[in-house]
């Protein structure tokens, strides 16, 4: 494999739309490095974090889990990930999040499998796999190079870039993957159930240079001209901005909105393309 192929990945990966935030924890380090080696790594990388030790995993979790290396720690890892880039993407951008953790070759002898699991997160996809490699077959820099470009297919695959360049399993390599797509309905259930921080309806076909939102909130039953003059006298105001309308599924004072609510008061803002 050559630093030609790997590097061609990578910039077509900060050439696409979208914009990463990725979690790691016990290998696939390389990846970052790749990633950030390559000019545009600011296209594409809004925040990575590597919560090594058990209290940042417990602190990046909010909670201690059941096993430290495993497909639900990186699922969940992902999801935080995901609900992370939307708050830091600039406005209208794809975000993906990534959540990986693994229990490679160390400095003593392991009793269990060399594993990691890898999870990414797209609004409309969620795509895992758990890959036991062969144990005693490769050292722990040969471990950490695997996992790094399996990492990076995976986040190529996600940033629908193709990858030419081979991950390096073998036919000893165990790789377990699922993926499951979700459509409108199941991201809103999402949405009300607390999973997802919030969903982005990019109406609007109109480009900001900047990363600042200007947000107008409110339950926009009708939406009205009023609404419209109120986001339009507050970007006056603010100056560069992405001005944003913000409908609330959940308030405090009243019942959540359901799925066919939130739908009907969306297509007001499609009709005016806002």
């Not at 229990?103 to 409309?124: I, Q, V």
């Not at 599924?249 to 939130?262: G, H, T, Y």
Request: glycine share 6%; with cysteine.
């Amino acid at each position: 494999m050559t630093d030609a192929c790997i590097r061609a990945v990578v910039e077509s990966i900060h050439s696409s739309p979208t914009q990463a935030v990725l979690y790691l924890s016990g290998g696939a380090s390389l990846a970052l490095g790749l990633l950030m080696s390559v000019p545009g790594a600011s296209n594409t990388v809004l925040e990575a974090v590597v919560p090594y030790s058990r209290m940042s995993m417990i602190q990046l979790l909010a909670k201690i889990p059941a096993q430290y290396c495993s497909q639900q720690t990186a699922d969940e890892m992902a999801l935080l990930a995901y609900n992370r880039a939307l708050k830091l993407s600039s406005p209208g951008s794809p975000v993906l999040g990534v959540g990986f953790t693994g229990s490679l070759a160390t400095s003593r002898p392991k009793l269990g499998d060399h594993r990691f699991h890898l999870s990414t997160r797209t609004s409309n996809r969620h795509w895992a796999s758990t890959v036991t490699l062969s144990k005693g077959l490769r050292s722990r820099d040969q471990e950490e190079k695997v996992s790094s470009y399996f990492l990076l297919k995976a986040i190529a695959n996600a940033c629908k870039v193709s990858s030419t360049f081979d991950s390096e399993l073998t036919e000893s390599d165990v790789n377990d993957e699922c993926e499951r797509f979700f459509d409108e309905d199941q991201e809103l259930e999402q949405l009300i159930n607390g999973q997802i921080c919030f969903k982005v309806y990019p109406f609007s076909s109109g480009k900001s240079n900047s990363d600042r939102k200007i947000i107008l909130s409110g339950s926009f039953n009708p939406l009205h001209d009023g609404h419209l003059k109120l986001l339009e006298v507050a970007t006056s105001i603010c100056g560069d901005g992405y001005p944003c309308f913000e409908l609330s599924a959940i308030n405090a004072d009243k019942p959540p909105l359901s799925i066919p609510q939130i739908k009907e008061r969306v297509m007001q803002f499609e009709k005016i393309g806002t």
